[in-house]
């Protein structure tokens, strides 16, 4: 975010809720970003995001939105495998440690878990697919689009 607003960008977040989870796992909106959650319109968040230099997420349906308005989409996904989304130059994924639980047919995907790691269920490196992703990571795919909107 930091990084984001020191490029001079306007950070939105157009997520449904501000924060979702259950017990005591719990996301939220990103600290300083505009708060443009809701239940809103299909055609509400197209017109948020089509205009938009990029857009970041995860492997949800706001990103394959995104992408069908022809945003660069800066995809941050450890455990999904990059034949599961659409391509994109800007996937950020660390290969180098395990990944793509998601589409491996052996683990059984629990929807209502949300401490669910498959393959590393008691491991000190459980999630390692996303803690293995850094801000530096996504910075360096951010700085690909600017330069090539520069170029343009």
């Not at 809103?40 to 995104?66: C, E, H, N, Y």
């Not at 945003?71 to 793509?100: K, M, W």
């Not at 996504?138 to 909107?149: A, G, L, M, T």
Request: aromatic share 12%; with cysteine.
């Amino acid at each position: 975010m930091a990084y984001l607003k020191s490029q001079g960008y306007r950070v939105l977040c157009v997520d449904r809720m501000t924060e979702y989870g259950t017990d005591y796992t719990w996301n939220h909106i990103p600290y300083g970003a505009e708060d443009f959650t809701g239940d809103l319109p299909l055609q509400t968040r197209i017109d948020l995001v089509k205009d938009a230099d990029m857009f970041i997420g995860l492997s949800s349906g706001l990103s394959w939105l995104a992408w069908c308005c022809r945003v660069p989409v800066i995809l941050i996904s450890g455990f999904t495998d990059p034949g599961n989304e659409f391509e994109t130059p800007y996937r950020v994924q660390n290969a180098t440690v395990c990944h793509g639980c998601w589409n491996d047919t052996r683990c059984d995907f629990n929807h209502f878990d949300f401490l669910w790691c498959p393959r590393k269920k008691e491991a000190r490196d459980k999630f390692e697919c996303t803690k293995a992703i850094t801000s530096k990571m996504v910075i360096n795919q951010i700085r690909k689009i600017q330069e090539k909107n520069h170029a343009d």
